[in-house]
């Protein structure tokens, strides 16, 4: 049976909001009984794009990370519900029924991850229906991963060995979304954003010279990681644990060994590691 799930592949997304306009392109105005009502002119689209902000000035990038329904199989949402408002249908897309959760705004505060909105015009609780009404005439995606440019959203049967995104689930660092929710989301992430350390290498006999494939260590417990400064002397490491000690080592042939530990409590950028010459 198909069971129905999308990957969002956090490292492929580059925010154009391609898939937040076609969600909204698809829902504004258009009723699709029995799986959702128009939604409003002003609101915004079920599928929201966070941009999160990361690193310490100047070191800083931001990542986007798309948030529709994440389609969860226990459900909080049908739980905290009135009975039949909220259901699972065998595809395992959830459905806020719009006839049985009319004037239910309590159905609003029932989703852990917040994607549910209120429909003012039409009295309903509203989120994404994963364009079942879509996949229902033979579609073989929902608009956003149709729109998406990059290849971020990936769409498909959970339970097909064979689909595509079964396959990249299979992948040991794909996550979930909040996990302490327990509620086994059918939307999975790879590159959820991490703690990083950001820094720059500088010979002190040459600082008029960037210090380019100066070779930068860290130990992280286990096998280590290792990299090399770019041509500007900068370099990062992501995707590092919360809270983790971490001890780093700048090595260039020539110069003395810098080590240095650094705490991932935040993210760090720990400036300037000046190597002094042998
Ligand atoms: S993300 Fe929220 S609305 Fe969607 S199925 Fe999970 S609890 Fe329900
Ligand atoms: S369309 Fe794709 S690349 Fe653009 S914001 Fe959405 S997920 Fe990211």
Redesign the pocket.
Known sequence: MTRYGMLIDINKCNGCYNCFLACKDEFTGNDYPPFSLALPEASKPWLKVKEIERGRCPKVKVDYLPV?????D?????EKSPEGA?Y?RDDGI?I?DPEKARGCKEIVN???????SWNEEKDVAQ??TFCAHLLDQGWKEPRCVEACPSGALVFGDLDDPDSRLSGICKQASVETLSPE?N?S?K?FYLGLPKKMIAGEVVLADKQDVCAENVEVAINDGSAGRTTKTDYLGDFVFEGLESNYLYTLQAVQPGYKKKEVQVKTSTDVNLGEIVLEPE
Request: aromatic share 8%.
């Open positions: 529709p329904c994440q389609q969860c226990t459900t909080p949402c049908t909220v699972m959830v806020i029932s989703c852990p991850y917040r994607v549910i989120k994404c929710f509620s989301p939307v």
